[in-house]
Structures are given as structure tokens and as C-alpha cells.
């Protein structure tokens, strides 16, 4: 699986878009790219995922560019209940049997 | 709709007990899996099994035993507990097809004294 890499840390204005950064520059054509976070004393939460088109559910969209070297993820009215750190992760999984590997994430802080 | 289910929520384990992790799940899902989060940490892939009856070796399975008797439930066994043990556990399952989504529980805060 591709290496990502995201900032540390971002803080967003409640009401707000929030656009978190994802570098994946060495990703291969069959990796897709997913998101997920976990909130604080939570367990992770899956938000999105695509492979190189945009992508937009009821959480948030992605934007994928069109080398695919890296993405955005966009929360488009931040809450405070969107507090928690974001991971940003590229699978290679024909299959739904895949082990997730998270790395140190983006904490997002939204703030009143 | 309760989603993957982990009990108990905490627990003080002193060195040497054992003790069984619960994970059930009622989305009908194939797919299960025992993550450890050591604080600070990403995920760490203890076991994983494919269906009932089959369980399979993780990155981190050493210390830990599973076992798979229904689609639903999806126990982690610790059998001498060690101080190197303590971490938060995280159970979680998916369905069969490609690129599905991974659902979690809320998680085991484990501490080993």
C-alpha cells in the first residue's frame, strides 16, 4: 500500500469547510484512496473513499487530483462534532478482506 | 441498528489473568477483525477471520488466542495477561465485495498492573 502523508494538525472555523490535505504520490492505479477518523475515545469511523473520480456522500466529498498523487477531503459545514483526527490511507484490495494501517493522521480541531 | 458491539468497555487486569474480549456484530458481515491502538499509535491487526471457523494470524497475535463459532460473535482471548498488553482494542467486521468499508466498535481500554 502507498506511503501517505498529511499535515499534523489543522483548525477550521465552526460553520465552516474544512479541507483536509492528503499526500499519496507513490499510489498505484489499483489503489484507492480512503478515509477515515476517529473521534476522541471512539472507534474509527469510515467517511469516503474513491479512486479517481470526485466522490460526495452524506459525510463529506473527495477530491481526487487527476494524477492522483493526492486528495482532499472536504467537510462542508465543519460542527464541533467533527473534532477528531483524519486518516488518509491508500488500499490495494480487490476484496473486502484488507487490514487497515493508520498513520499519524491530521487532528482537526473545530473551533466556536 | 447496534453495529459492531465490544464489551466490556474497561478493564484492570493484573499480570498473569486471563480474560476473553467480546466483539458481536449484527450486520451479517463475513469479515472480522481485532485491532490493538497503542496511545499515540495507529492500528495494529491482531487476527482476522474470513467466516465462522476460519481465523487467521494477524501482524501483532502473539499472547492472544480467537475464535469464530458464528458469523456474529467474534471473542479475543488473552491468556497470560502482560504489562505489554495494555492498549485499547478495537473489534471490527465488513461485508464481502470489493472495497467495502471497515465498521468499528467503540472499542477495549485494557490495563495490565
Known amino acids: 500500500d502507498a506511503k501517505t502523508t498529511q499535515p499534523t494538525s489543522m483548525d477550521c472555523a465552526e460553520g465552516r469547510a474544512a479541507n483536509l490535505p492528503c499526500n499519496h504520490s507513490t499510489i498505484s492505479g489499483n489503489e484507492y484512496v480512503y478515509w477515515y477518523r476517529q473521534i476522541h475515545s471512539q472507534g474509527p469511523q469510515y467517511i469516503i473513499h474513491g479512486l479517481k473520480n470526485n466522490e460526495t456522500n452524506e459525510m463529506a466529498s473527495l477530491i481526487i487530483t487527476e494524477d492522483r498523487k493526492s486528495s482532499t477531503l472536504i467537510l462542508p459545514h465543519a460542527t464541533l462534532r467533527d473534532t477528531a483526527v483524519y486518516y488518509c490511507?491508500?488500499?490495494?484490495?480487490?476484496?473486502?478482506?484488507?487490514?487497515?494501517?493508520f498513520g499519524k493522521g491530521t487532528l482537526l480541531t473545530v473551533n466556536p | 441498528n447496534a453495529g459492531v458491539t465490544q464489551t466490556p468497555k474497561f478493564r484492570i487486569l493484573k499480570i498473569g489473568q486471563s480474560m476473553t474480549l467480546q466483539c458481536t456484530q449484527d450486520m451479517n458481515h463475513n469479515y472480522m477483525y481485532w485491532y490493538r491502538q497503542d496511545p499515540g499509535m495507529g492500528l495494529k491487526l491482531i487476527y482476522y477471520s474470513v467466516g465462522a471457523g476460519i481465523t487467521d494470524k494477524g501482524e501483532v497475535p502473539n499472547g492472544y488466542n480467537v475464535s469464530r463459532s458464528t458469523t456474529e460473535d467474534f471473542p479475543l482471548r488473552l491468556e497470560l495477561a502482560a504489562p505489554s498488553q495494555t492498549s485499547v482494542y478495537f473489534c471490527?467486521?465488513?461485508?464481502?465485495?470489493?472495497?467495502?468499508?471497515?465498521?468499528f466498535g467503540d472499542g477495549t481500554r485494557l490495563s495490565i498492573l
Open positions: 490511507i491508500a488500499i490495494n484490495s480487490g476484496g473486502s478482506n484488507y487490514k487497515l494501517t
Open positions: 471490527a467486521s465488513t461485508r464481502p465485495g470489493e472495497y467495502q468499508p471497515q465498521h
